[in-house]
């Protein structure tokens, strides 16, 4: 679930400290528990251990809904996928006892100084590289959403270069990189366009309200700590700005129809059919 939002939210935590934990930079990990192998995409257990000991952390940013810790070394690169979470917290009690870990706790990492960061994910979809570059798990994803270099003609070229529905599009991290079903939902209804809409139907002016529309729900979602709908992720409240995410049979904020939900690319999909409406082609 976990989406561009809610993995900024996460970062800024590790960097600067919150979500009641501790700033991570410049500290040293002292070792490292699998406590699911699965967890860990690459490389094999044994050189997981040998190579992330000892690194210290140098950098944390967000590739995507990636996590990006550069080390020392090497990068760590985390992806949450539907049930990840990551808490920074400390190790042992004020006697020197070692504090329990939490159910689902799938990867320990133990610092120097009585802290660790510890992988919960109760689904076990969640995915963990040590690479010396991390071009080769990231080097696929599209741009990034809030790169100011992202132009509305430049999305509007990507747009007319494929026949496909926008809201599968928006999803395909290839495409762009952090949005999800929350997301792209929302976005949509700002924009005013129907999620079933073809892509190179769109005119240069719906691509940039698009993006528009895009950069606005993803800052909003930052500024409330991203959205958190169920018990996955912590702390959010963009849930309770919502404008068509998960308000069926509810009242369109904008004229009050009733919310309509469909499936698209088995994806739950909300929008409001007055205010995005379908056309064929779409108005220049």
């Known amino acids: 679930m976990p989406e561009l939002p809610e993995v900024e939210t996460i970062v800024i935590a590790l960097r600067l400290g919150g979500r009641e934990g501790p700033p991570l930079i410049d500290h040293v990990i002292k070792n490292a528990t699998l406590n699911w192998e699965g967890s860990l995409a690459e490389p ?22 990636f996590l990006v810790f550069r080390l020392s070394r090497d990068y760590l690169l985390i992806h949450l996928r539907m049930s990840g979470d990551l ?11 070692d504090l329990s870990l939490a159910p689902h706790d799938r990867v320990v990492f133990y610092f120097e100084d009585n802290l660790r960061l510890a992988f919960n994910d109760p689904r076990k979809f969640g995915r963990i590289w040590l690479t010396a570059d991390p071009q080769t798990v990231l080097g696929s994803l599209g741009p990034e959403p809030l790169d100011p270099s992202l132009t509305g003609a430049g999305l509007y070229r990507r747009l007319n270069t ?20 929350i997301y792209s939902d929302e976005a949509l209804h700002l924009a005013g366009l129907h999620p079933l809409l073809s892509s190179d ?24 700590n991203g959205a958190s709908i169920d018990w996955v992720y912590r702390g959010g409240e963009f849930q309770n700005s919502f404008r068509v995410y998960q308000r ?10 009733a919310i309509e939900r469909i499936l698209v690319g088995q994806r739950g999909t909300h929008f409001c059919p007055v205010c995005q409406p379908l056309k064929e082609k779409a108005a220049a």
């Open 162 to 181: 494929v026949h496909r529905q926008l809201k599968p599009l928006l999803l395909d991290q290839s495409f762009l990189a952090g949005i999800g079903n």
């Open 201 to 224: 139907q769109l005119s240069e002016e719906q691509a940039g309200a698009l993006l528009a529309a895009i950069r606005q729900v993803l800052s909003n979602g930052i500024h409330q």
């Open 248 to 257: 069926t049979g509810q009242p369109c904020p904008v004229c009050g129809h």
């Open 44 to 65: 094999s257990p044994a050189e997981f251990y040998a190579r992330v000991q000892g690194q210290a952390i140098k950098e944390i940013s967000r590739r995507g809904k």
């Open 87 to 97: 808490r920074a917290e400390p190790a042992r009690d004020e006697r020197g006892n």
